[in-house]
């Protein structure tokens, strides 16, 4: 079974610039989550989509950063315009989803996505 | 609000020796909780967690943890160490529909 894939695997951009990510989650699997991992720090989730809706993006800068999961499946990340502090690991993860607020999924993550901001 | 907590930032041991890390949780209800490892240039991967039930969970490549409400702990252990294990471990609550609260790892060395 393939994994959780993400590209690309590394990115160096200046800020104010924009970029974006890719994802594509388990076959399946209707649960798609981003989280931002700052070195020497654990992942935040910064959004969840269920199927191809939202579930929770209360951590997400939506000023800058904005997602979308078009036909419930891949998904991309974006950041608009970027900043120093954006300098991270993007880390996307999926799960099968659908059981609700109590869900006790397992959620599969992918390679991630390093992002340097100079 | 949920809050995780890794006291060790880095903990080194010798190849063969046991190994405990420690995890300390913070949640309101009855926590899901999870041990991920990261190694470097790889995505998590799943150790082990615990719902219900049996508080001492077994995970994969030998790793146990045991659940301890009283304390609010869920520490990782291996009995016996060995070199590939070196990497960054995480500490997790699940806080409904799947989505988790991590710490901020341990990173282990294994010295040969």
């Known amino acids: 079974e393939a994994g959780v894939a993400q590209s690309p695997r590394y990115k160096i951009i200046e800020k104010r610039q924009s970029v974006a990510f890719w994802c594509n989650p388990i076959?399946?699997?209707?649960?798609l989550y981003w989280y931002q991992q700052i070195l020497g720090q654990g992942p935040k989730l910064l959004i969840q989509?269920?199927?191809?809706?939202?579930?929770?993006d209360s951590q997400l800068p939506k000023d800058r950063f904005s997602a979308e999961r078009l036909k419930g499946v891949d998904s991309t990340l974006k950041i608009q315009p970027a900043k120093l502090e954006d300098s991270a690991v993007y880390l996307c993860?999926?799960?099968?989803?659908?059981?609700?607020?109590?869900?006790?999924?397992?959620?599969?993550f992918g390679p991630g996505t390093r992002l340097t901001v100079l | 609000a949920q809050s995780v907590t890794q006291p060790d930032i880095h903990i080194t041991v010798s190849e063969g020796a046991s190994l405990e890390l420690r995890c300390n949780y913070s949640?309101?209800?009855?926590?899901?909780l999870f041990w991920y490892v990261q190694s470097p240039g790889q995505g998590l991967q799943l150790l082990l967690k615990?719902?219900?039930?049996?508080?001492l969970v077994q995970g994969i490549k030998g790793f146990e943890a045991e659940f301890k409400r009283s304390q609010s702990s869920f520490n990782l252990r291996k009995p016996s160490v060995h070199w590939s294990d070196a990497a960054e471990y995480f500490c997790?609550?699940?806080?409904?529909?799947?989505?988790?609260?991590f710490g901020d790892g341990t990173t282990l060395t294994v010295k040969p």
């Open positions: 993860a999926s799960s099968l989803g659908g059981q609700g607020p109590l869900s006790t999924d397992t959620q599969y």
């Open positions: 076959s399946g699997h209707a649960t």
């Open positions: 989509f269920q199927n191809n809706g939202v579930v929770d």
């Open positions: 949640y309101g209800a009855t926590p899901y």
């Open positions: 615990y719902f219900s039930g049996d508080t």
């Open positions: 997790a609550v699940g806080v409904g529909a799947g989505k988790s609260t």
